[in-house]
């Protein structure tokens, strides 16, 4: 009766893929949290590249800290029936604690160090416990119990960091980020219990897709509100417009490049897929990097619309060309997931676009932004002109070894 309790915790087959209200609603804060990811980003880009480094090292750990807290939210709707109260409980604590961390990022390595700590440890800590509760003695109990110690393990750089002396506390976080990856990667291994594989995980296909889908979405999002908040507070020139105008049109060719084919049939491959935990992981890895390269493309938007005039900042240009580029690879990392090769369009933009950086510096910002339009624009009118004609592919992913036979089933270690 007590394991029968704790099963109805997690999702039935025949509950719908598609995310739910409140999981759209949780993802509103993170709407809020990339813009203050990327004010962050442009707020350390005026000083040395030493200094710029630097902050992109810092801000780079506090995003990942944010990624891991959304993701393990989402694998856990993805596991959990989210129409269950506990699990919406969860959803909702997931939220405030997101938004504490939000609203602190812009100076979390400063006076607000603390504030962040304890939200994020407050989420990491407390969602397992109430699971592993919410499960009474069923046997995926122990997942989120693993979940709990490596928590708890990489709460101790976070807090000590949070209260040491403030040049320790890059370090320590860094360490913090990767205990809690480490555990992630190999499946929050315990004494005696062994690691949690992927190989046996089962994932709502249809759901997870979505959810990878929704946060790409998200981070367009954010590089539009950047777009317009930017020029509507700065004059109306005609270079400010034109930098407008290719800022904009970056961010449609980003949508179109990640979404034709592949992107549209992460579904289908993880439902095709005999080890879909495995695809879903990678996945996961894959869309982490996509949104850097989307969050990097916005803060160069920011700098040439803000800057259009004069030559290229040399500085600026791993936003400009460099987050495009971030998302080329990992794009061409998608592809590869899905159908097991790689398109040339995507490698060849992206050593356009590493053999153009050095020669945007010496003109002004706005045409470096429009070169860079120019190559996405090309990698897009490669993918319409290859695919003309020929009917739409099917998902062949690599990973996973998948085949017909395959549900998107098998035992699933649910966060």
Known sequence: MTDERGGRLLRPEESSPRATFLELFFDLVFVFA?????????????????????????????????????????????????????????????????????????????????????????????????????????????????????????????LAGAVGPEELRLPLWALAVAVDYTGLLLGW?????????????LIAGEHLADRYQQIFLISLGETILVIGLTYSGADFTADRAGAFAAAFATTALLWRIYFHRAGHLLAEALRMARSPGRLGASASGTHLVIVIGVLSTAVGYELVIAHPHGRTDPTWLVFVAGGPAIFLAARARFEYEIFGRVSRSRVAGLLLLLLLAPTLTLGPPTVALALVALVLAGVASADAWRSRGRPPETAASPLGHGGTGGTGGGEFPAP
């Open 189 to 201: 291994p315990l004494p005696r219990l062994g690691p949690a594989r992927t190989s046996g995980w």
């Open 34 to 158: 990339l813009t203050r990811v990327s004010l962050r980003l442009i707020d350390g880009t005026g000083g040395s590249v030493g200094m710029l480094v630097a902050e992109i090292g810092r801000t780079g750990v506090l995003f990942l800290a944010l990624w891991l807290l959304w993701s393990i939210t989402t694998w856990v709707t993805s596991r959990y029936e989210p129409e269950q109260p506990v699990i919406q409980f969860v959803v909702v604590g997931s939220m405030f604690g997101a938004m504490v961390m939000a609203v602190a990022l812009p100076r979390a390595f400063e006076d607000r160090a603390l504030p962040f700590v304890l939200a994020y440890l407050a989420v990491m800590l407390v969602r397992p416990l109430v699971i592993a509760t919410a499960l009474r003695r069923h046997p995926r109990r122990t997942v989120p119990l693993r979940l709990l110690a490596w928590a708890a393990a990489g709460g101790v750089p976070w």
